[in-house]
């Protein structure tokens, strides 16, 4: 993947846990505010809004949903007076009283710029947080094209998410075959192949004008379909681009051409596109494990191990399972008042590893947030992964679920994440 693709997936990453946790939410009442504006709106109408809305919770019989109400109205106004324009994605802002587990309630007030833009406005007041427009962002926005060739004339398509668009087609009209003999035979013959060479040829040519900009293909895949040979001629021909021969992830035999047959080969495709990721993934981790076959040093795995290599900028890349349980701690020695990282994994903490005689806990965090918001401060790059593959599977199982690779060759045979000193660093 490439490193701003990387950035994308860090972010999905975080917009996934911000909704995990949202949507465990709930209010005592009509107590949170979930306030979505999308980029180019007027701050001044919103804050207006949100007066007017003041006004009418004002008339809430209820004295304690009143005051919920009006709270959470305050806390979003208030907020908003931190901005002097929405951002260029888009505000999510979600504030209110929740009740925690111990049935306490919390005041929460989150406020973000997402990824990317959002389309639509949203303000509701309710008991729990409403998040199915930041869900829409984490829809797949990669971009796969389509071929779709029959003897009648080709298709250019594209499909993004759930998004499916035709960028262009055109029609044909071929010889066909005759049963007339004689010395005319070879001739028809060849005028036929001649035709369906040029047929073939401006498909070819026509493919490069909707699928290469500026030189590098704008889509993540290209997927032949059609009857007959045409979409193999495609590849047998030598005609088509090699920038698009390469990303070629799919060829289906379909029933019709047009419009008719683009709808037959997005369903046909379905199980390839979803894959891609996984794919993706694959060769990711196998890379690695070629690398860890080769014994080039240029790789670490293992929590402990990555993380000292990373705090000592010598990690390139880093490779991380997405569900990651463990948490890093601060602890403090209470006699020295020396500071030290640890990270312990949650059965670790089960056995009450963390918990060491004569120090204090001074921070917490998941290791999966930490790493999110600070590899770049290391100049690396980051790749989540699933366990939904054998080499991802492996990583989990049998190499902690992190792994690296490195810069130059380390030994870390002899660093702990115990030498990290005050500052965070090796």
Not at 14 to 36: H, P, Q
Not at 52 to 60: C, D, F, L, Q, Y
Not at 169 to 174: E, I, N, P
Not at 321 to 332: G, K, Q, V
Request: glycine residues 8%; charged residues 25%.
């Amino acid at each position: 993947m490439t490193e701003q693709n990387d950035d994308v997936a860090v972010e999905q990453w975080k917009m996934k846990k911000l909704i995990k946790s949202l949507e465990a939410a709930r209010g005592n009442g009509t107590s949170v505010i979930s306030l979505i504006i999308p980029p180019k709106t007027q701050l001044s109408q919103v804050s207006q809004m949100l007066v007017t809305e003041e006004g009418t919770a004002s008339n809430i019989k209820s004295r304690v949903n009143r005051a919920s109400v009006l709270s959470a109205i305050g806390s979003a106004r208030q907020r908003l007076k931190l901005f002097t324009k929405i951002p260029d994605n888009g505000l999510v802002l979600y504030c209110g009283e929740v009740l925690t587990d111990d049935g306490k309630e919390k005041k929460v007030t989150i406020d973000l710029e997402p990824f990317k833009p959002i389309s639509a406005f949203l303000y509701m007041c309710d008991n729990r947080f409403h998040v199915e427009p930041l869900k829409a962002l984490l829809q797949d926005d990669e971009r796969f094209g389509f071929i779709v060739m029959d003897g009648n004339g080709a298709l250019f398509g594209m499909v993004t998410g759930s998004q499916r668009v035709v960028l262009q087609q055109f029609a044909v009209d071929l010889p066909k075959k005759h049963g007339r003999g004689g010395q005319s035979a070879p001739r028809f013959a060849r005028i036929r192949e001649e035709k369906r060479h040029h047929y073939v040829k401006k498909v070819c040519e026509t493919a490069v004008a909707n699928f290469v900009t500026n030189d590098r293909p704008n889509v993540s895949g290209l997927i032949l379909a059609g009857s007959a040979d045409f979409k193999n001629n495609l590849k047998s021909f030598d005609l088509l681009d090699p920038r698009l021969l390469n990303i070629i992830i799919g060829t289906f035999d379909i029933a019709y051409g047009g419009e008719n047959g683009f709808t037959q080969a997005i369903a046909m495709a379905g199980e390839t596109l979803t894959g891609v990721k996984l794919v993706r993934e694959q060769k990711l981790l196998q890379t690695f494990y070629t690398e860890l076959a080769k014994d080039s040093g240029k790789y670490c795995y293992s929590v402990n191990d990555v993380l000292a290599a990373l705090e000592m900028g010598a990690v390139d890349q880093l490779i991380v399972w997405e569900a990651l349980p463990h948490n890093r701690y601060e602890i403090r020695d209470k006699d020295t008042g020396e500071t030290t990282v640890k990270v312990f994994s949650p059965e670790q903490e089960e056995r009450g590893e963390h918990l060491l005689d004569n120090t204090e806990i001074i921070s917490k965090e998941s290791l999966l947030e930490w790493i999110s918001n600070n590899y770049k401060s290391f100049n690396a790059t980051l790749s989540f992964v699933s366990d939904k593959t054998p080499e991802s599977a492996q990583l989990v199982m049998g190499f902690g679920g992190m792994c690296a690779f490195l810069r130059y060759p380390l030994d870390l045979s002899s660093v702990e994440l115990e030498d990290i000193d005050d500052d965070g660093f090796i």
